[in-house]
């Protein structure tokens, strides 16, 4: 189920990306934000499904005999279809996150063509930078921090069994 979505994920994201391109290309001077929006929303979908598949093979693969790992093994195909609507939701979330994104740059954008007080441009800039940090800190950050765990985890525990089959082959 997870490389299915994955899968799919990955198709919608590269033809969302394929749609833009064709489209500034022949409009450059329009803005596509839904396009932009969709691949938001794809891109990350395909952060925390390829978390996730990390986190499943780490824990169905390693050999720890940790309570918490022996607990995740025996209940993770009951966890999969639950993991995968959070990752959803999350990818909504990030949804949100990017309408009020861009509601913010064409505000900027419009502000910045009229004359007069440039202390409210500033002002809406640094919104959006901190605005910026804060979805990538939750929405990106977040899964790649869990993939590179369950890669060490994982790699970590590879090298445990290869240690225990050489001393075990003496």
Known sequence: MILISLGFCRFCQQWSSVLYNFCYYFNPNTSFWYIATIWEFTNTLTFWLTSLLAIVYCVKVSSFAHPVFLWLRWRMLRLVPRLLLG????????????????????????????????????????????????????????????????????????????????????
């Open 87 to 170: 990752s959803l939701l999350l990818s909504c979330v990030a949804i949100v996150f990017s309408v009020i994104k861009n509601h913010i740059k064409f505000q900027l954008i419009s502000m910045m063509y009229l004359p007069g007080n440039s202390t409210a441009t500033e002002r809406i800039k640094t919104l959006l930078q901190i605005f910026l940090i804060f979805q990538h800190l939750v929405l990106l950050v977040i899964p790649f921090l869990l993939f590179l765990a369950s890669t060490v985890l994982l790699i970590a525990s590879l090298c445990q069994h290869l240690w225990q089959m050489q001393h075990h082959n003496i």
